[in-house]
């Protein structure tokens, strides 16, 4: 539970983070809201040479409407971003996932950068972002969602590059987000996410593969007008999620078919 | 008499401010001049052999003092009676390796130390352990019971010629034919008890220094049991117990998992033996999971007989129990289990064996509830099963065979007398509290539009606070489990009293301070309760675990008491100018009988005790008590949960719980509430979410953090309705029971009895613990084919 020795190292901007970055290499993380990170590190299952702290760089954390899309900094925190009036208004869905990730401590604390960086498939926000075609805006680019989550934790971030801000189109339609786990601030199990938009609905999946999932089989259904349940049938076509502690790779899949279901009938 | 006024009264517990205004005195908040921190390289392999040590490369390290491994010790260290073994209820061990606190050749479980590593800071000898370069040839591994069971199969150690630890029938199973050959109906069921991390909120922390000229060592950690870490590390270390001072101030929970020693008990006073410095070492969360003495690991088979109208007729019951690596110092208290299944009924036989094997894992030992959460969950799972068989009201089942009321003390079928009880009265009170005949009625709607609801009963009958010396001298190997106090009353009244128990979470300092000041006619601000030090007090204390704080330990306090009375007297007399005879003792004061007026307190009597008195009589007013209980006690209670099982996904929703418990007389009805919340969260984790979960190939603990390891939050708790009935304990004097693991010895049952229950249309029999949503919905979804006709396929 102690990690391993560490460079530290606080930006005071992106350009001073990249900088940073580049100086100690390789090995050198990003640190925001840490609440991925240091776990693993003090595990001693990441031993990163340095850490460059991003906290201190000032408007990072901005969450604006802009041009019809919904900007959100990547150092906005989860209570931030659950609080947000904007983002209550034009992108609901997002206030709700962000209330329903971790506890009240990871909720202070985590960055919803920091989780997209992470790609983590478990994670709640790399669904929502994969689902609504969001953009990953880092120092460098603008990655769409649908190229940047490739595989479990790996993301075609370089090692100096930081990501900025996650940009979402509005919705404010019919939505909901159910995530289904045994503790109430445990990962999911498996999410699910059902969003009207432009007419019709983004359902995406949290925990049921290495990446997140859109599940446009059932988007398909449904604007062929499938009713819900038999849409929700096709939220397993083509999973193969691995088994763990918490659920089983045949559980997984009819937690995806069952949760598809009844967050499209809950959308409200 | 005096009027009791601090007994029985709902007070805060007067510990608590400190304690959670981070004001605690735990071990790792202590610091000697000097102090070096140590980290133990531990095994990543079940099992292995080691091949080569490499320390060079970790002496070398910044900060850096010492590489310590078992060649360093071997002069320090004494020889294989380090871990000593109680023989419990069973006396015969068969396999039984000796074991030492660091690993020579052979590794036997993931996380036995092979080596120490000892810096100035914490964070230098974590860097300093990672160098260590340890070459391990991996021996096959035994992790599951049954497959240790078996005659080819690995052993834990490669010089055991099987891995039976011990195999004890209580009652053959001749003595049972009868029973069975006159059923009507046969029962048979295997019920598991997943092994289970206890994990308090403090981990374990060991702090030693030694006096190189006064040869005096001094411990400090995280124990439940000062006065036996002191005997066994004295004896291991080779001084006398006048030369080893323990010290567990403030402990962060044990859960049982704190009463047996532990290698870092020996390895951190031995380190600092051999270097002349202070050392401590401090147990990370990641170590707690896998190292602290689990709990459970048990699998039970087991067969009820009984008559078409439901009488009780004969039980068989077989446990079989995963000892681990080596047998706990007090594992073998587990294999209570066999005695008490039987529960709170009648039977005309009950045959029972205890049967434990060796496996690559960590040793299994007392966790809260200790062998009679097992029973418990035996004898109301089978109890549900046989009204399921029987299509009979759970409810109408037990309370035909119930030990009635006027039938107590009662010898049950394996000798043991339960002194005291009234199970109806605290079922009826149970049911009537949750509504039961409604409940049953909502559960007869839903089921018709396919509602999974389900209500489940645990009527649970304890045994505990350890205990009488007949059977529990013979059981730890001639240490009778009496408790000691001492009270001292200063020249100005001031009150110490010195307690041979440990409070570690159970509230003692408040509820053992209401029966001094009760005893002593003083308020409680008077009086200071002290634990945890062996130079302070009577000559030994038996430590707190068995609920026997209060009803063993409260009593050694009420006794010392009043022999500080009955001295006070002889000293009253003599101020009074009366017989000692006339002298009565009353709300604090000593007056002559029939003329209160004329009094002396309590105060002035000690005062006058330090000064000029009679020919005969010695100065000072301190008493030392033993108390050696003539039996154990018996709480009991009726516990219900209502649970409604989500039929799409297995997900469990616990709906409502009430427990009717009966402790006896109450000290303070608020630690009793207390007590009880955390028993049966323990208990409802259980049944759900908690399991220690290995690898099956490499032997390795899965569930090793938070994140797998499922332990219950608040979030997942239900409201808990708590009502009691009172009835007194005739085994000691303040009528008193212990309620300390009650919560967790009766909800697993209440919790899978009800989920059973909710299964039931489906002809879901039995379900394992954790009964997780996977789990559930797997059963569900095997159970689906027959369930249109799965009431006839049952019968």
Not at chain 1, 256 to 267: F, H, Y
Not at chain 2, 81 to 103: D, E, G, S
Not at chain 2, 527 to 548: L, V
Not at chain 2, 559 to 565: F, L
């Amino acid at each position: 539970m102690i990690p391993a020795a560490f460079e530290y190292a606080r930006a005071s901007s992106v350009e001073e983070a990249v900088k940073l970055l580049t100086k100690y290499g390789e090995d050198a993380k990003v640190l925001a809201g840490g609440h991925s990170l240091i776990p693993l590190m003090r595990l001693r299952l990441s031993q990163p040479s340095a850490l460059v702290d991003i906290n201190g760089v000032k408007g990072l954390d901005q969450i604006k409407e802009s041009g019809g899309k919904l900007h959100i900094g990547a150092l906005a925190r989860h209570v931030t971003i659950h609080d947000s009036k904007v983002v209550k208004d034009k992108l609901p869905l997002l206030a709700e996932v962000a209330s329903e990730v971790g506890d009240n401590q990871v909720r202070n604390m985590g960055t919803i950068g920091g989780v997209i960086a992470h790609a983590d498939a478990a994670g709640d926000y790399p669904t929502i972002a994969l689902m609504l075609d969001a953009d990953i805006v880092t120092n460098k680019r603008t990655i769409p969602a649908k190229d940047f989550f490739q595989d479990i934790f790996t993301t075609p971030l370089a090692a100096d590059e930081v990501v900025t801000e996650i940009v979402f189109p509005v919705a404010d339609g019919p939505h909901k987000y159910i995530k289904f786990r045994r503790r109430l601030f445990d990962w999911a199990i498996v999410g699910a996410a059902a969003q009207k938009m432009n007419g019709g609905w983004r359902i995406g999946l949290t925990n049921v593969g290495p990446t997140p999932v859109r599940a446009k089989a059932v988007e398909d259904a449904l604007h062929k007008g499938a009713k819900p349940e038999e849409a929700a049938q096709h939220a397993s076509d083509g999973l193969n999620p691995s088994g763990d502690l918490r659920a089983s790779p045949e559980y997984k899949k009819h937690l995806a078919r069952v949760l598809t279901k009844r967050a499209i009938e809950q959308a409200g | 008499m005096a009027v009791s006024q601090m007994v029985g009264a709902k007070i805060h517990r007067r510990e608590d401010p400190r304690l959670i205004t981070g004001h605690g005195r735990y071990t790792d908040d202590l610091t000697r001049p000097g102090l070096v921190h140590m980290a133990v390289v531990r095994s990543p392999h079940a099992h292995a052999q080691i091949r080569s040590l490499g320390v060079e490369a970790a002496k070398k390290a910044p900060g850096v003092l010492a590489v310590y491994t078992a060649a360093d010790f071997k002069d320090v260290i004494g020889g294989p009676a380090t871990f000593p073994v109680a023989p419990v209820f069973a006396p015969i061990k068969l396999a039984n390796p000796p074991r030492y606190p660091i690993a020579k050749e052979e590794v036997c479980y993931q996380g036995e130390p092979v080596a120490v590593v000892i810096a100035e800071s914490r964070a230098q000898a974590a860097d300093g352990a990672d160098l260590v370069d340890v070459d391990y040839e991996t021996l096959p591994a035994v992790m599951e019971i049954e497959a240790a069971l078996k005659a080819g199969s690995p052993k834990a150690h490669l010089d055991q010629k099987d891995n039976i630890a011990w195999d004890v029938t209580y009652v053959p199973w001749e003595a049972t034919d009868e029973a069975f050959k006159g059923a009507d109906v046969v029962v048979k069921e295997r019920i598991l008890q997943q092994r289970l991390s206890p994990n308090p909120m403090e981990s374990r922390v060991v702090m030693a220094e030694f006096d190189a000229y006064d040869k005096r060592m001094t411990m400090w950690l995280s124990t439940q049991n000062p006065h036996w870490i002191r005997l066994f590390v004295a004896g291991a270390l080779g001084m006398g117990e006048h030369s080893l001072r323990v010290i567990s101030h403030d402990v962060g929970g044990g859960f049982g998992s704190k009463i047996s020693p532990y290698p870092e008990d020996y390895l951190v006073p031995a380190s600092a033996k051999l270097l002349g410095r202070a050392v401590k070492y401090t147990e990370t969360r990641t170590e707690a999971m896998q190292n602290a003495y689990a709990g459970r690991g048990q699998i039970f088979d087991v067969e009820v007989a009984a008559k078409k109208d439901g009488t009780l007729l004969g039980m068989r019951c077989t446990q079989m129990l995963d000892a681990g690596a080596y047998i706990g110092t007090f594992g073998a208290f587990q294999t209570c289990a066999c005695l008490m299944a039987g529960g709170a009924y009648h039977w005309q036989a009950i045959s029972s064996r205890s049967v434990a094997v060796l496996t690559n894992k960590i040793t299994t030992d007392p966790y809260r509830g200790a062998g009679r959460p097992e029973a418990t969950h035996v004898a109301e799972r089978m109890m549900d099963l046989l009204a399921v068989e029987l299509d009979m009201d759970p409810v109408e089942l037990r309370r035909k065979n119930f030990i009635k009321k006027e039938e107590f003390p009662f010898t049950q079928n394996f000798g043991l007398t339960i002194d005291s009880g009234d199970y109806e009265k605290a079922m009826d009170k149970a049911l009537k509290i949750v509504g039961y005949d409604d409940l049953r009625r909502k559960q007869a709607e839903g089921r018709k539009h396919g509602k999974l609801l389900g209500i489940g009963l645990s009527t649970w009958i304890e045994l505990c606070g350890l205990g009488p010396g007949a059977a529990t001298g013979p059981a730890t190997g001639g240490v009778v489990l009496s408790e000691s106090a001492q009270v001292k009353i200063h020249p100005a009244g001031g009150v110490s009293i010195y307690v041979g128990t440990h409070n570690h979470g159970q509230g003692n300092d408040t509820t053992h301070a209401q029966i001094a000041a009760d005893a002593l006619g003083l308020p409680m601000e008077q009086i200071d309760i002290r634990h945890g030090d062996t130079n302070e007090g009577p000559g030994f204390g038996y430590g707190t675990y068995g609920s026997r704080s209060l009803a063993v330990g409260g009593i050694a306090i009420l006794r010392s008491c009043n022999k500080v009375i009955d001295k006070g007297k002889k000293i009253a007399a003599h101020l009074l100018e009366a017989a000692e005879e006339d002298v009565v003792f009353d709300q604090g004061k000593f007056h002559v009988k029939g003329a209160p007026e004329k009094s002396k307190a309590l105060g002035e009597i000690a005062f006058a005790a330090y000064g000029q008195l009679p020919e005969g009589m010695e100065q000072g007013l301190e008493a030392v008590a033993y108390f050696e209980p003539p039996n154990f006690v018996w709480p009991f209670g009726t516990h219900i949960c209502v649970v409604e099982v989500d039929s799409e996904t297995g997900a469990v929703d616990i709906q409502k719980y009430v427990a009717v418990d009966d402790c006896g007389n109450v000290i303070n009805p608020m630690i009793v509430a207390g007590q009880l919340h955390g028993g049966i969260a323990q208990g409802i984790a259980q049944a759900l979410f908690e399991e220690m979960v290995y690898d099956d190939e490499t032997g390795r603990l899965r569930s090793a953090t938070f994140l797998e390891y499922a332990m219950l939050t608040a979030n997942e708790m239900p409201a808990i309705q708590l009502d009691s009935t009172v009835t007194p304990s005739p085994t000691n004097d303040l009528g008193v029971k212990g309620i300390g693991e009650a919560g967790t010895i009766a909800s697993t049952a209440a919790v899978i009895n009800a989920i059973c229950d909710a299964l039931s249309p489906l002809g879901i029999k039995h379900v394992d613990m954790p009964a997780t949503a996977d789990r559930l919905w797997k059963q569900i979804q095997n159970a689906r084919p027959a369930s249109s006709n799965g009431k006839e396929a049952r019968k």
